[in-house]
């Protein structure tokens, strides 16, 4: 079972906003919330309200138990772009991108995958010599 929530038209740009949601992918939600508490970038105080947003809805419409969730998906999506314009020497007028993101936090079960193999297993070749 997996859960949603969807934060839309963030003022932030998407390129700032992935550099956040990667460092939660995967992880539990107690250490998701952790990891986006002690960032310095700005934009991990409005993707924790997803987050929460997610864990909420997975136990109020789902009641799947809140312990054992994991960040299955973070997804940030490019929205629309504000356009303005900034006066520049000689009657010139630069173009000023205000970027938006649509920020989708999934929340689920951890599904049971195959074992990873590491590379003593696979006979990787720089531990033949």
Do not use: C, W
Not at 14 to 21: D, E, I, T
Not at 60 to 67: E, F, G, K, Q, S
Not at 112 to 122: E, H, I, L, S
């Amino acid at each position: 079972m997996q859960v949603n929530a969807t934060a839309r038209y963030v003022r932030v740009a998407p390129n700032k906003a992935r550099q956040v949601v990667q460092h939660i992918r995967g992880l539990g939600v107690d250490e998701a919330r952790r990891v986006l508490r002690f960032s310095p970038k700005g934009v991990a105080g409005q993707i924790l309200k997803t987050l929460d947003s997610a864990v909420a809805n997975a136990d109020h419409n789902h009641d799947l138990d809140v312990d054992d969730l994991v960040v299955t998906g973070a997804i940030v999506d490019e929205g629309p772009t504000l356009k303005r314009y900034q006066a520049r020497a000689m009657g010139r007028a630069y173009r000023i991108r205000k970027r938006t993101s649509h920020i989708t936090i999934t929340v689920g079960t951890p599904t049971r995958t195959a074992p990873q193999r590491t590379a003593a297993a696979t006979g990787d070749a720089s531990d033949k010599e």
